[in-house]
């Protein structure tokens, strides 16, 4: 038999986030060589037979061996980060090299390749997250950056040791526009939180639940609403990270629907966990402390609908890997610490698409190609990516996974393969879980065991995502005129 493939995926139900039919994958070199019904023959074959294939995942929002300022330390490094997100059906991870105020964006780079280069088993690229942006970081570092395929800021209008103030973001943003980058944005207003927060305290209110009222949904509408017209005023694209909930998605959809470019991301915590997880007994509500907090049922619902109606183009885990356990995670001030000495975030990677596709795509609240571009190929695009990743043309990356829609599953933590001691979606059932995940050609996950290398992964510079002369519909100032 003539074997004109490393790899063929024989007879796969091929899904992107526009087609759908049956056909062989070819694979060569990590790459799709051909797409046809009756390639020739493989080195090593797949059978993939009445199974669903698609693009692997791209996590676009999940942290990994991130340095922190408050004594707490991820415990997910690039290791078991990509090895749990491989497991669950994601082939590329863009976490954030995060620039500490006083230090050279360009050393957060270095120090971040040198915690991922080793290690990872999956693709992976890094955001900035830019916490300084003086002159020289403006002038010199971020171009050059920018260069040489780092190519998404993130902005915090929140966190005292990351955020920056309007006219730093108004910096950033004309940065951005003249740079071809794109800016995520973490919207909540500082100030509010940190007034809301002394209130709290002062009246003794200091369990994990009142991490949810220190943080309610108008102080996201309003920092959702302040970097929609900070973007507007530059004409620049951006994107909302992590949206909880109606009062930040009927900001989104107002500006998109005036024609601005405003792209929004949500995450599995806002469908699955409502700020009642956060009122569990004694200290366990900390384990679904993450900003902004999830809301409840009905606010569910919202995010569920704005995911099938086109509001958002992301969905990621916003994984952020702290144990409950010992002295560097949930409890790094102590058991029983106040709600706001509490690290912030929970873990998700390895869960995150079969929760979409067992409780969106299988319930049918969202259509499969927008499953697609919602865990693959919008991230892709918006990152700067495509086509090399996030969908199965030729040409591509042979990131793949191909589905088990069949067995219904508890999720356990004991069966994850993240560092964390615990999943805040332990007990919720599942039906979709990758059979098989595939990072360029090869094997990483099959039939529950994880095959990955670590070195396999390689670093991805990204493409300038948005396009050098973009013209929204936003502000019209002279000084745009080029
Ligand atoms: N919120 C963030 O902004 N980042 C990490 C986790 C979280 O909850
Ligand atoms: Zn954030
Ligand atoms: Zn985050």
Redesign the pocket.
């Known amino acids: 038999m003539r074997e004109d493939f490393d790899l063929v995926i024989r007879s796969a139900e091929v899904v992107t986030a526009t087609d759908r039919y049956l056909a062989d994958i070819g694979v060569v070199n990590g790459q799709i060589n051909a797409i046809a019904k009756g390639l020739s023959g493989g080195r090593k074959e797949i059978d993939a037979k009445g199974r669903l294939v698609t693009p692997g995942g791209i996590d676009s929002h999940c942290?990994l061996d991130q340095p922190m300022s408050d004594g707490s330390k991820m415990v997910d490094d690039f290791l078991s980060g990509t090895r749990s997100a491989a497991c669950g059906g994601t082939t590329t991870v863009i976490p954030f090299a995060c620039q500490f105020k006083g230090q050279s964006l360009q050393d957060a780079v270095d120090d971040y390749h040198k915690r991922a280069g080793k290690l990872a088993s999956i693709d992976y690229a890094f955001h900035l997250i830019v916490s300084d942006p003086t002159p020289q970081v403006l002038k010199e570092e971020l171009p050059r950056l920018v260069e040489k395929g780092y190519t998404s800021f993130k902005v915090?209008m929140?966190?005292d040791d990351m955020k920056l103030n309007d006219r730093q973001i108004l910096n950033l943003l004309a940065l951005a526009r003249r740079e071809g980058a794109m800016t995520m944005i973490?919207a909540?207003n500082a100030d509010c939180i940190a007034w809301l927060t002394d209130q709290l305290l002062e009246a003794g209110m200091t369990s994990p639940i009142y991490h949810a009222h220190s943080r309610p949904m108008l102080i996201e509408r309003e920092a959702t609403h302040r970097a929609i017209a900070l973007a507007e005023l530059v004409d620049v694209p951006i994107l909302v990270?992590?949206v909880s909930g109606r009062e930040a998605v009927d900001q989104i959809r107002a500006a998109q629907s005036l024609g601005l470019k405003i792209y929004g991301e949500t995450c599995p915590?806002y469908l699955m966990l409502t700020a009642d997880d956060l009122g569990l007994d004694g200290f366990e509500g900390a384990k679904c402390?993450?900003?902004?907090p999830p809301r409840d049922k009905a606010n569910q619902e919202i995010i569920w609908r704005a995911l099938d109606n086109g509001t958002f183009q992301v969905f990621s885990s916003?994984?952020?890997p702290f144990a409950f356990e010992g002295p560097t995670g949930k409890k790094v001030r102590g058991e029983g610490a106040a709600f706001n000495e509490v690290?912030?975030?929970?873990p998700g990677l390895e869960t995150r698409m079969s929760l979409l596709m067992s409780h969106g795509v299988l319930n049918g609240r969202i259509d499969l190609h927008n499953f697609v571009a919602l865990t693959s190929t919008n991230a892709a695009k918006l990152y700067g990516l495509f086509p090399k990743k996030g969908t199965i043309a030729v040409g591509s990356d042979a990131d793949l996974v191909v589905w088990d829609l069949d067995t219904p599953r508890t999720i356990q933590n004991s069966a994850l393969h993240h560092n964390v001691d615990y999943t805040p979606y332990e007990g919720i059932k599942v039906q979709a879980w990758p059979a098989i995940t595939l990072s360029r050609g090869v094997v990483v996950w099959q039939d529950g065991v994880y095959l990955g290398n670590p070195g396999h992964g390689q670093f991805l510079a990204c493409e300038r995502p948005v396009p050098a002369k973009v013209r929204g519909r936003g502000h019209r100032s002279p000084l745009w005129k080029e």
């Open positions: 942290h915090y929140t966190y973490h909540e990270v992590h915590q402390i993450c900003s902004p916003d994984h952020a690290p912030n975030g929970i």
